[in-house]
């Protein structure tokens, strides 16, 4: 090979090499994902950064799994325990809070459990519980999952224990369980972001809310580079240091569907 042919094959290779667009991995909920909020977000963010952001939308535990595993360099949820766990491990440098918005109970407006209008959701579970009602749950391990098995073990109920035929586990994101509840007409709890962009309602709708239990927080944290060295730290953090920043909050308060904010930024506190 003469030396033309190996300097054009070397600046074939640089530019092949410089072409390759910079990307984060970000393990995240289905929340995020199918409220639509990152579909606002990212664009703002790629154009100002050149970072592309890919999301794997998981369930919060697979999400978190997924950073343990290395194969995520930052993780966005939803359980704040499970989140302080994960850093307390060594998996992830810092949690940062991001927002919040809350859980919601929905169910048919035929209410069989006579729940609506009620702001005690341990009352709401009870009463499902007591009459049977249909209730659809995640099933997932995902941040929504946690606070559903939170609120039945606060209302001394052992789910585990006494789930029958009228408790239903789907083992899927929020969209699918929505579908499967509108199919069956059955209770479930939601994120209230996922309920507002949430077309296929049938005759479900929100019957309680506005109890301070259903409070819903959202984190953020990068996967820790001294776990696995594959984690791009430096462009992880910028997304992080993005996300709460006044930009980025700005643009998290700006997501509206139908005039109805779906997120509270919240990252000062």
Not at 17 to 33: G, L, N
Not at 237 to 242: C, K, L, T
Request: with cysteine; glycine share 12%.
């Amino acid at each position: 090979m003469g030396w033309m042919s190996k300097v054009f094959l070397g600046c074939l290779v640089a530019f092949s090499v410089h072409a390759q667009p910079r990307y984060i991995t970000v393990a995240s909920t289905t929340s995020t994902e199918q409220s639509g909020l990152f579909r606002h977000l990212l664009p703002i963010f790629e154009k100002k950064t050149g970072t592309q952001v890919r999301v794997v939308a998981l369930g919060t535990g697979q999400a978190l799994d997924m950073g343990r595993r290395g194969d995520a360099d930052v993780v966005f949820v939803h359980a704040r325990a499970l989140e302080e766990k994960f850093v307390a491990e060594g998996y992830g440098v810092r949690r940062y809070e991001v927002m919040y918005n809350d859980f919601v109970l929905i169910g048919p407006k035929a209410d069989p459990a006579r729940v609506a209008g009620g702001k005690d959701a341990l009352q709401a579970f009870q009463k499902i519980h007591h009459t049977r009602a249909a209730f659809v749950s995640r099933g997932d391990r995902s941040g929504t999952h946690f606070a559903e098995l939170e609120l039945w073990k606060a209302a001394s109920i052992d789910i585990a224990r006494e789930k029958g035929t009228w408790y239903r586990e789907t083992g899927s994101g929020m969209g699918p369980a929505l579908n499967t509840a509108s199919g069956m007409n059955a209770y479930l709890l939601a994120d209230r972001g996922t309920w507002l962009s949430f077309k296929n309602r049938g005759e479900l709708a929100v019957l309680v809310e506005g109890d301070r239990r259903l409070f819903n927080q959202y984190g953020i944290i990068l996967v820790n580079p001294a776990k696995h060295l594959g984690v791009k730290r430096e462009l992880g953090q910028a997304f992080i240091d993005w996300i709460i920043s006044s930009e980025g909050q700005d643009a998290i308060a700006a997501y509206k569907i139908n005039g109805e904010q779906l997120f509270f930024p919240n990252a000062g506190g």
